[in-house]
């Protein structure tokens, strides 16, 4: 597919990820409402960053916390401390981008509260099993 595929297709793919949005967002939801989180972190690069830069002040509001957006690497380096019961959102399109795969490395290393995002259906089902033995 060439670029303006992508684009002439983005109009559609967003009407039925809009149709189906509450199953699309059930699981990550249930995460969030089993836990005591006093914070959102979204651990993204490039676009997907971009995204959730857009994304960060609507959250603020809908779910009266803080909502912080950060680069794998910052997280990684030294944003990963504070707020300490956030639930960590690492997003990758691809879901093979080494910089958010080296922040999901560290949180599972530490125990954390993650939750992992891609548009990756192949690899969907690997990250899903990763992250339930993280229970």
Not at 18 to 31: C, G, K, M, P, T
Request: charged share 20%.
């Amino acid at each position: 597919m060439k670029m303006l595929d992508y684009v002439q297709l983005a109009h559609v793919r967003m009407g039925e990820n809009l149709e189906r949005s509450s199953e699309l967002v059930a699981q990550l939801v249930d995460i969030f409402q089993s836990g005591s989180f006093d914070a959102l972190r979204i651990v993204a690069s490039g676009s997907s960053r971009h995204a959730a830069d857009c994304a960060r002040d609507y959250l603020q509001d809908a779910l009266q916390m803080q909502v912080s957006v950060v680069t794998p690497e910052a997280f990684v380096d030294f944003e990963h401390t504070y707020p300490q019961h956030a639930l960590n959102i690492a997003v990758s399109q691809s879901g093979y981008s080494t910089n958010t795969i080296a922040a999901l490395d560290y949180m599972r290393a530490h125990d954390m509260a993650a939750v992992a995002l891609t548009a990756n259906v192949v690899i969907w089902d690997e990250l899903t099993k990763i992250f339930r033995e993280m229970k």
